[in-house]
Structure formats: structure tokens, C-alpha cells
């Protein structure tokens, strides 16, 4: 069964969330990369917090065009790789009271500890699905450091309605991404003879 959530979201309702749930996302979440995520630990900028309380972090480097009217459009919404932020991750959750994450290939201890302690998740969005992910993309509300960081590490602030994505790490200290590895490391060591 397919869990609805709309956004923002309280940590009551993330804290239902389980490791395998599928989720579709509606309301407004933030794009932010690489520099957004150093930004919002070493200068902590006041611009972007109202958006992210009780909201969701999106890992993605979007492919936009300005439309003749003047507003923006997603072109492409893809996620990218999540392990980039593990330094930082935890800390912006904990600053900026976040309860979800979208990526792809989640993310390490530290990030798990930071969502058990805050109340938040990691979602999984399938990569490859750049373009039909931006049609979910319902609004560009508004955009931030664009000149400063280039499209796509500026902070994009979205609409979103019935955005899919999978649980893969819960406020419970479970992670698919763990279990999976430890079990493909058990399988490997049994294939090869090595104990």
C-alpha cells in the first residue's frame, strides 16, 4: 500500500515510516547539493530554514528553463548520488529540523544516527527517471544563490504532488543499503570459499 504524506510533515508521522514503505510526496521540499549543504553548516543561512522545517531535502541537480512568462520549469529532476553529503547531513537535519531526504544510494552511520535522533528518513527516488520525475514537479517557488552556485547547486524551492519515492533508512536505525550490503558481503565470502 502506497503511504501518502504531505508536506510539511510532523515528526510524529515520519516516526511511522518503516524501511521498505512507499511513499508519494506532495507540498514543498528543497533541492540542494554539494555547496547548498556546506552553506547550511558553516553559515547557516536564515533564507532557507522556513522551507526546510518539518520538510524534505531533495539531492538533485535539476535541468531547468525559464518559460516565456518568466517562471522556471523542471526539465529534468533526477536524483543524485546521496554519500557526497555524509559529512554534512546530519547536521543540517539537526539545525534545520528536516524530516525526510531524497536521493539515491543512501548514506552512512552518522546520517542514521541524525535521523533516529531528529525523527526523519531517507528517501530512495529511482535514478534514470530524470524527466518523468520533473513532471511531478508541479511549481518553482522560489530559487536561491542561482548566481552564486550555478543551477544545479542552488537551493530550488519546489511544489511537488505524488512524488515516488522509497523508504530505505527510518528513525529507527534501519537501513536497506546496510542490510543489503552486509548480506551481498555474506553471499560473496560463501561464493568465493572464504570464511
Known amino acids: 500500500m502506497t503511504i501518502k504524506i504531505n508536506l510539511p510533515v510532523s515528526e510524529e508521522e515520519i516516526r511511522k515510516l518503516k524501511i521498505g514503505d512507499e511513499v508519494l510526496l506532495s507540498g514543498t521540499m ?7 549543504h556546506k552553506l547550511m553548516v558553516e553559515k547557516k543561512p536564515d533564507f532557507i530554514r522556513p522551507y526546510l522545517k518539518d520538510s524534505v531535502i531533495y539531492h538533485c541537480g535539476p535541468v531547468v528553463k525559464k518559460n516565456e512568462n518568466g517562471e522556471w520549469e523542471f ?13 554534512y547531513q ?10 525526510g531526504v531524497i536521493g ?37 517557488k522560489e ?12 537551493f530550488w524551492v519546489i511544489e511537488v504532488k505524488d512524488f515516488p519515492v522509497v523508504v530505505t533508512m527510518d528513525s529507527h536505525g534501519n537501513s536497506l543499503h546496510k542490510t543489503v550490503l552486509e548480506k551481498s558481503l555474506e553471499k560473496s565470502k560463501k561464493l ?3 570464511d
Not at 530559487?143 to 542552488?154: K, Q
Request: hydrophobic share 40%; no cysteine; charged share 25%.
Open 30 to 36: 528543497v533541492t540542494a547539493r554539494d555547496q547548498a
Open 90 to 99: 546530519a547536521d543540517v537535519i539537526r539545525e534545520y529540523q528536516v524530516r
Open 75 to 87: 526539465v529534468a529532476a533526477g536524483p543524485t548520488t546521496s554519500s557526497r553529503e555524509e559529512p
Open 192 to 194: 568465493l570459499g572464504i
Open 104 to 140: 539515491k544510494g543512501g548514506m552512512g552511520e552518522k546520517t542514521l544516527k541524525g535521523l533516529q535522533e531528529v525523527g526523519a528518513v531517507y528517501f530512495h527516488a529511482v535514478g534514470g527517471l530524470g524527466t518523468l520525475l520533473a513532471k511531478r514537479v508541479v511549481k518553482v
Open 143 to 154: 530559487v536561491f544563490m542561482l548566481e552564486e552556485f550555478g543551477t544545479p547547486e542552488a
